[in-house]
């Protein structure tokens, strides 16, 4: 059975990067559509970004368009998000997950996704 980990998310200051990545356990992901999603305390969890099997991202938050990148490396079985001018809305948990069927390249939110990560916490001040 796969399991994802996040790792990391730390408390940085406006306007600064940081890259998430998640590393998956188990088996392989590289046939597997990945996604981030992200909770806020008190809000529901929001759908960041999904990047292909095969590389290609695939959805990005209008909130995040332009600010972030998502990207894999299938040889690490670990995928990535990079986070540049970073702000405090920006806080939040942030999960990454497997789409629950291999080699789609459609999803739309978190019933698409199946196998979940703890979560990583990024706090972003002002």
């Known amino acids: 059975q796969v399991q994802v980990v996040e790792s990391g998310g730390k408390l940085v200051q406006a306007g600064d990067s940081l890259r998430l990545s998640c590393t998956a356990f188990?088996?392989?992901?590289?046939?597997?559509?990945m996604g981030w999603f992200r909770q806020a305390p008190g809000k529901e969890r929001e759908f960041v970004a999904a990047?292909?099997?095969?590389?290609?991202?695939?959805y990005y938050a209008d909130s995040v368009k332009g600010r972030f990148t998502i990207s894999r490396d299938n040889a690490k079985n670990t995928v990535y998000l990079q986070m540049n001018s970073l702000k405090p809305e920006d806080t939040a948990v942030y999960y990454c997950?497997?789409?629950?069927?291999?080699?789609?390249?459609?999803?739309?939110?978190?019933?698409?996704?199946?196998?979940w990560g703890q979560g990583t916490q990024v706090t972003v001040s002002s």
């Open positions: 997950a497997g789409a629950r069927n291999m080699w789609v390249t459609v999803v739309r939110g978190e019933g698409d996704f199946g196998t």
């Open positions: 990047i292909s099997w095969s590389g290609v991202p695939l």
């Open positions: 188990g088996r392989t992901v590289s046939g597997s559509t």
